[in-house]
Nanobody, 121 residues
Framework: QVRLVESGGGLVQPGGSLRLSCVAS????????MGWYRQDPGKKRELVAT???????NYEDSVKGRFTISRDNAKNTVYLQMNSLKPEDTAVYYC???????????????WGQGTQVTVSS
């Protein structure tokens, strides 16, 4: 069994910063793309940023220049550094990874449980 565990969410004032972390653990064989998504209640989950195993990165337009995604392949970890946070960034942030396991070499999508980010004064 594999799992993704996020950490680092919380309450921050507008203009502040937070760093999210997500660790993949369990019977992992290989990890391809990793990424962050977010969802407001009643809204569709949306992509924030993704990063390939080789380091190619894609950002949603509204976070370009403010958020930075990175990963440590040796630690099976992906990070999201969020600067200049705005109230509209408030959401539950979910980690996503495409992984194969020691008992199924086919790649599947896995999700973390989510971490709340609230930007408010």
């Amino acid at each position: 069994q594999v799992r993704l565990v996020e950490s680092g969410g919380g309450l921050v004032q507008p203009g502040g910063s937070l760093r999210l972390s997500c660790v993949a653990s369990g019977s992992i064989f290989s990890i391809n793309d990793m990424g962050w998504y977010r969802q407001d209640p009643g809204k569709k989950r949306e992509l924030v940023a993704t990063i390939t195993r080789g380091g190619s990165i894609n950002y949603e337009d509204s976070v370009k220049g403010r958020f930075t995604i990175s990963r440590d392949n040796a630690k099976n970890t992906v990070y999201l550094q969020m600067n200049s946070l705005k109230p509209e960034d408030t959401a539950v942030y979910y980690c996503n990874a495409e992984m194969s396991t020691s008992y199924s070499l086919a790649y599947s999508q896995y999700w973390g449980q989510g971490t709340q980010v609230t930007v408010s004064s």
